[in-house]
Each structure stands twice: as structure tokens, then as C-alpha cells.
């Protein structure tokens, strides 16, 4: 295995160093390039970039493979425990006891929001997108927490990560109350992370939601398998706002904007619609796949297709098993997963897809379980956003540990008009 690549260009041969990580793609490092040749490099979509060295999660997308600090993401399947997991991520080891108890009881401790941003919600327009509400809140955390946003102080930036991770679900489940012209409900301490969370969304002042267990399991299943996911668009967005020494909070509110897209976390929101139009007669399982194919057509089949993955989403899998077992438990049907899973066994079965090696992704089956747990629409995406967290928080921890971590500004290749000479409006054609 060679530790460098050769590149010949105008007569001259230049040799690169060849940077291995433990498993994985090796990568030419052009750090030096531009210095010894002039040349940059020219990859768009970044699909071939390594942004940076990273220690917490592998995903390698020809074996269908994802681990966290390097265990299998199957592991955390049994007995899920998402705060777990927002350890493992953001510390790089499983918690003992003491550790994930005291985690929790700061989690507990600061899932009030400050007041001033309870009375902000009175203000939001009953339709505002959740998402929106969620960036913002996220961003005035740093109004109301200013003695945390040192970004050289590892203390305040835990005091930090704590109260986003522990304030998220409020502020999710206050967006929540707040499009359905429902009375908020405070965040009970006795309850676990993510009963909390239904809690707060389901309760109403005279009758406690009850949280069974196979609803607690299911959220914290699907929280731990949105909680990180290396390189994708938002966590790259927190890294590139985080580079310019941005705070926590900004940086995390910059992610919940890129996961906002409907080519990334927002496709869960697209998959139920596209669901729903099918059951609705709107149109056919086989049309939509006809649709999806067709150039000419701005529509593709949401859910389905990964920039990393040319095999089945490993996620994908346990949420389409989760998804049959939590039906089963809970003595329910929901017509929308046989038409996903007719969907997919066309789509499987399809030339384009085959040859494209386009499979289901996180969000194909994510929001049938979210809607079998009773979570509304609009709220799928903050859903992904409270899972998505401790990634983010994690990878900006990293960064922020990395002496050698510089602001990032990728170059461009210009395109516009080579130098011509600015005409006075008087002489303007
Ligand atoms: N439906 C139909 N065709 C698709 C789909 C799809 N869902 N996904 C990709 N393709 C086609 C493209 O049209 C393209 O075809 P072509 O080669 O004939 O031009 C080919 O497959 C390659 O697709 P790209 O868009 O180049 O792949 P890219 O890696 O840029 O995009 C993405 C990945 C954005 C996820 C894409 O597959 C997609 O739009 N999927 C639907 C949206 C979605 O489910 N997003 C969630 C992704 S997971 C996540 O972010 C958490």
C-alpha cells in the first residue's frame, strides 16, 4: 500500500501524500497543492472530499455498514437508550453508571426554558414551520445563556451541549402545542428523556399521557438511529459554521436549517405525503414509480437514494422491522406501510433503481413509526433534528479539539466574465 499518489501534470510529476484512516476510503491529502502546482481541486457536491478526520461514526455505503465509536448500529437495538448513545457520541465511550447518571440529572436540570423564551412562543403564527421554530429558539438559547458560548472552555461547552440536548425536547414539544392551539405542558423530572418528550407533547392539564413501553423503546430507537451519521449536509453546516468559531448554539441552529431540506431530513415530511396521496387515490403505487423514473418530472421517490449508501440503509432495515413489531404490540394497522412496502418491492425490482443501486433510506419507514406513536406531521423533521443532535454536538466538539482545525473555505472555479470596465449610467446602451 502506497503512502503516496503520483500526479503528472504539464511535464511535472508531483507526489501527494496518501492519508489511511482505520477502515474506509484512503484520501489524497492536496493541502499543498494549490502551493505546489496552482491547481485546485474540483469536486461540487464534495461527494468525493474528506472534510476532516473524524473518530465517532463509520458508514460504509457499499456494505450497508454503520457503527457508532465503532459498534455496530444494530447494537443499540435491544434495550434502546438514546441517552446512552448521547454519551458514547460526544465523550467516545460507553458511560458507566455514575456517568450516565449524573448526565441525566443535568439533562433534568435544565429542561425548563428560560422564561423569556416560553414568552416568546406567544408570538409565533399557529402555522409557522416547526423547523423554523426550532432554529430560532436554538439560536436565542445563546441571548439567554451567554456565560456558555466560550468555545475554548470545555466546561461551557458541556454546559452548553446539555442545555440544547435537555431544552430541545421543550422547545420541540412548545412548537408542537403551539400549531395544535393546545395549553404547553412543563417537563416532569420523573420521567425519562424521552417519556418526557410525549409528555409534554400528549399530556393535557387534567389527563397524564401514559407512555407504554413499546412507545418509549420506539422513540428512543428512532432517536439513537438518526444520532449521527459522519459527514452528511447539516453536520457538515455545523462544522463549516463552527469553524469561524460560531458558539454551540448558533452552530447547531445553522444544522437544523440544512436538515430542514427535503433532500435531507425534510424527505421524512415528503415520504407520508407521497403516502398519503397514493392511499388517497390521488395516485398509484406503480404510477409514482413511473413518475420517479421520469426526467421530465421534478418528482423522485422520496425516501429512497443515499449520496453514501449503494445498498440498503442499515437504519432503514431495523425501522421496517420496528415498524412490524411496534404494529404487532400495539394492535394496529396503518394502511400507509403496505403501500411502502409495495413501493419498495417495485422499486427493488426496477431496472432504474437497480442499476442505480438506489435503496430506502432512514426516511422511508421513519415516519410511519412516527405517526404510529402519534406524532404529527410537521413534526417529523424536529424529530430527526432531536435525534440528530448529539451528532452535531459531537462532531463540534471534535473540531473544536483538533489543534490543527483551520475556518473552512473551499475555493471555486470562476465562471463569470473576465475584467471589463465599469459605464457610467450616462453611457449605459
Ligand atoms: N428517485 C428517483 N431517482 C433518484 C432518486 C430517487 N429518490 N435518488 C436518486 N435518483 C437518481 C437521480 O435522478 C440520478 O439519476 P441519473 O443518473 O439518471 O441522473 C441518480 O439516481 C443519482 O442520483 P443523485 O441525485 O446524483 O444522487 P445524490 O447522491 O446527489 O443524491 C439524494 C442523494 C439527495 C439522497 C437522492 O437520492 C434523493 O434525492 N433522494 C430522495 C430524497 C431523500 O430521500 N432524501 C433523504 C436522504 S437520507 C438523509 O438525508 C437523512
Same mark, same amino acid.
Given at each position: 500500500?502506497?503512502?503516496?499518489?503520483?500526479?503528472?501534470?504539464?511535464?511535472?510529476?508531483?507526489?501527494?501524500?496518501?492519508?489511511?484512516?482505520?477502515?474506509?476510503? $484512503?484520501?489524497?491529502?492536496? +493541502?499543498? /497543492?494549490?502551493?505546489?502546482?496552482?491547481?485546485?481541486?474540483?469536486?461540487?457536491?464534495?461527494a468525493?472530499?474528506?472534510? %476532516?478526520?473524524?473518530e465517532?461514526?463509520?458508514?460504509?455505503?457499499?456494505?450497508?455498514?454503520?457503527?457508532?465509536?465503532?459498534?455496530?448500529?444494530?447494537?443499540?437495538?435491544?434495550?434502546?437508550?438514546?441517552?446512552?448513545?448521547?454519551?458514547?457520541?460526544?465523550?467516545?465511550?460507553?458511560? @458507566?453508571?455514575?456517568?450516565?447518571?449524573?448526565?441525566?440529572? /443535568?439533562?433534568?436540570?435544565?429542561?425548563?426554558?428560560?422564561?423569556g423564551? *416560553?414568552?416568546?412562543?406567544?408570538?409565533?403564527?399557529?402555522?409557522?414551520?416547526? =423547523?423554523?421554530?426550532?432554529?430560532?429558539?436554538?439560536?436565542?438559547?445563546?441571548?439567554?445563556?451567554?456565560?456558555?458560548?466560550?468555545?475554548?472552555? &470545555?466546561?461551557?461547552?458541556?454546559?452548553?451541549?446539555?442545555?440544547?440536548?435537555?431544552?430541545?425536547?421543550?422547545?420541540? #414539544?412548545?412548537?408542537?402545542?403551539?400549531?395544535?392551539?393546545?395549553?404547553?405542558?412543563?417537563?416532569?423530572?420523573?420521567?425519562?428523556?424521552?417519556?418526557?418528550?410525549?409528555?409534554?407533547?400528549? +399530556?393535557?392539564?387534567?389527563k397524564?399521557?401514559v407512555?407504554?413501553?413499546?412507545?418509549?423503546?420506539? !422513540? @428512543?430507537?428512532?432517536?439513537?438511529?438518526?444520532?449521527?451519521?459522519?459527514?452528511? %449536509?447539516s453536520? +457538515?453546516?455545523?462544522?463549516?459554521?463552527?469553524? #469561524?468559531? #460560531? @458558539?454551540?448554539?448558533? +452552530?447547531?441552529?445553522?444544522?437544523?436549517?440544512?436538515?430542514?431540506?427535503?433532500?435531507?431530513?425534510?424527505?421524512n415530511?415528503?415520504?407520508?405525503?407521497?403516502?398519503?396521496? &397514493?392511499?388517497?387515490?390521488?395516485?398509484?403505487?406503480?404510477?409514482? !414509480?413511473?413518475?420517479?423514473? @421520469?426526467?421530465?418530472?421534478?418528482?423522485?421517490?422520496?425516501?429512497?437514494?443515499?449520496?453514501?449508501? *449503494?445498498?440498503?440503509?442499515?437504519?432503514?432495515?431495523?425501522?421496517k422491522?420496528a %415498524?412490524?413489531?411496534?404494529?404487532?404490540?400495539?394492535?394496529?394497522?396503518?394502511?400507509?406501510?403496505d403501500?411502502?412496502?409495495?413501493?419498495?418491492?417495485? #422499486?427493488?425490482?426496477?431496472?432504474?433503481? &437497480?442499476?442505480?443501486?438506489?435503496?430506502?433510506?432512514?426516511?422511508?419507514y421513519?415516519? !410511519?413509526? /412516527?405517526?404510529? &406513536?402519534?406524532?404529527?406531521?410537521?413534526?417529523?423533521?424536529?424529530?430527526?433534528?432531536?435525534?440528530?443532535? $448529539?451528532?452535531?454536538?459531537?462532531?463540534?466538539?471534535?473540531?473544536?479539539?483538533?489543534?490543527?482545525?483551520k475556518?473552512?473555505?473551499?475555493?471555486?472555479?470562476?465562471?463569470?466574465?473576465?475584467?471589463?470596465?465599469?459605464?457610467? =449610467?450616462?453611457?449605459?446602451?
Amino acid at each position: 500500500m502506497s503512502d503516496k499518489a503520483t500526479l503528472i501534470y504539464e511535464g511535472r510529476t508531483i507526489e501527494l501524500p496518501v492519508v489511511r484512516g482505520t477502515e474506509g476510503n $484512503p484520501a489524497i491529502d492536496i +493541502s499543498r /497543492l494549490r502551493a505546489k502546482t496552482g491547481l485546485i481541486t474540483y469536486d461540487p457536491s464534495l461527494a468525493n472530499t474528506g472534510l %476532516c478526520r473524524s473518530e465517532i461514526t463509520f458508514v460504509d455505503g457499499e456494505e450497508g455498514i454503520l457503527r457508532y465509536r465503532g459498534i455496530p448500529i444494530e447494537q443499540f437495538t435491544k434495550r434502546p437508550d438514546f441517552v446512552e448513545v448521547i454519551w458514547l457520541l460526544i465523550f467516545g465511550h460507553l458511560p @458507566n453508571k455514575e456517568e450516565l447518571a449524573e448526565f441525566s440529572t /443535568l439533562l433534568t436540570e435544565n429542561e425548563l426554558l428560560h422564561e423569556g423564551l *416560553r414568552h416568546q412562543f406567544q408570538y409565533i403564527p399557529v402555522d409557522a414551520p416547526p =423547523m423554523a421554530i426550532l432554529s430560532a429558539a436554538l439560536t436565542s438559547l445563546a441571548f439567554f445563556h451567554q456565560e456558555f458560548l466560550a468555545v475554548e472552555d &470545555i466546561e461551557s461547552v458541556i454546559q452548553a451541549a446539555a442545555r440544547l440536548i435537555s431544552k430541545v425536547r421543550t422547545i420541540a #414539544a412548545f412548537a408542537c402545542r403551539r400549531s395544535l392551539g393546545l395549553p404547553f405542558m412543563f417537563p416532569d423530572p420523573k420521567f425519562r428523556y424521552c417519556a418526557n418528550l410525549l409528555h409534554m407533547m400528549f +399530556s393535557i392539564p387534567y389527563k397524564q399521557y401514559v407512555v407504554t413501553p413499546e412507545i418509549e423503546d420506539a !422513540i @428512543n430507537l428512532l432517536f439513537i438511529l438518526h444520532a449521527d451519521h459522519e459527514q452528511n %449536509c447539516s453536520t +457538515s453546516t455545523v462544522r463549516t459554521v463552527g469553524s #469561524a468559531q #460560531a @458558539n454551540l448554539f448558533a +452552530s447547531c441552529a445553522a444544522g437544523v436549517c440544512a436538515l430542514w431540506g427535503p433532500l435531507h431530513g425534510g424527505a421524512n415530511v415528503e415520504v407520508i405525503e407521497m403516502l398519503n396521496r &397514493i392511499q388517497a387515490g390521488g395516485i398509484s403505487p406503480e404510477q409514482c !414509480i413511473r413518475d420517479a423514473k @421520469n426526467k421530465d418530472k421534478p418528482f423522485r421517490l422520496y425516501g429512497f437514494g443515499h449520496r453514501v449508501y *449503494r445498498h440498503y440503509d442499515p437504519r432503514a432495515k431495523i425501522l421496517k422491522d420496528a %415498524c412490524d413489531r411496534v404494529f404487532a404490540q400495539l394492535h394496529r394497522k396503518d394502511p400507509l406501510l403496505d403501500i411502502a412496502r409495495k413501493l419498495e418491492e417495485l #422499486a427493488l425490482t426496477d431496472p432504474y433503481f &437497480i442499476e442505480r443501486k438506489l435503496f430506502p433510506n432512514v426516511d422511508f419507514y421513519s415516519g !410511519i413509526l /412516527l405517526r404510529a &406513536i402519534g406524532i404529527p406531521t410537521n413534526m417529523f423533521t424536529v424529530c430527526f433534528a432531536i435525534g440528530r443532535l $448529539p451528532g452535531w454536538i459531537a462532531q463540534w466538539k471534535e473540531q473544536h479539539a483538533d489543534p490543527t482545525a483551520k475556518i473552512l473555505r473551499p475555493r471555486q472555479v470562476y465562471t463569470g466574465p473576465a475584467k471589463v470596465d465599469y459605464v457610467p =449610467m450616462s453611457e449605459r446602451a
